[in-house]
């Protein structure tokens, strides 16, 4: 069993940064790939970012391409997601997730995600 905890997130003015983090424990971390997801009210859960196992690979949504990184430590299990020039349109609960079979494969979708966080609020004002 693997428990997430994100922190990080905040209010924040559109054009402004912030950083996320993920913090794993209970599992073989430096082998999972590991993703960003985010929901806005009345959406569904939407892709943000994933990175492999070893941080070679990053895959980005469209809409954050540019703007947003993600990044990994794997001495210290834990998944970052830097976020500027945030838009009021990023507004949502971000959440992270674990990927124990495609450690090093294409991150995008939700289905290859086992484990999840309880999320962490995102909200930007324009």
């Known amino acids: 069993q693997v428990q997430l905890v994100e922190s990080g997130g905040g209010l924040v003015q559109a054009g402004g940064s912030l950083r996320l983090s993920c913090a794993a424990s209970?599992?073989?971390?430096?082998?999972?790939?590991m993703g960003w997801f985010r929901q806005a009210p009345g959406k569904e859960r939407e892709f943000v970012a994933g990175i492999s196992w070893s941080g070679a690979n990053t895959y980005y949504a469209d809409s954050v391409k540019g703007r947003f990184t993600i990044s990994r430590d794997n001495a210290k299990n834990t998944v970052y997601l830097q976020m500027n020039s945030l838009k009021a349109e990023d507004t949502a609960v971000y959440y992270c997730?674990?990927?124990?079979?495609?450690?090093?494969?294409?991150?995008?979708?939700?289905?290859?995600?086992?484990?999840w966080g309880q999320g962490t609020q995102v909200t930007v004002s324009s």
């Open positions: 209970g599992g073989a971390f430096s082998r999972y790939g």
């Open positions: 997730a674990v990927s124990k079979l495609y450690g090093d494969g294409n991150l995008r979708q939700k289905y290859k995600y086992d484990y």
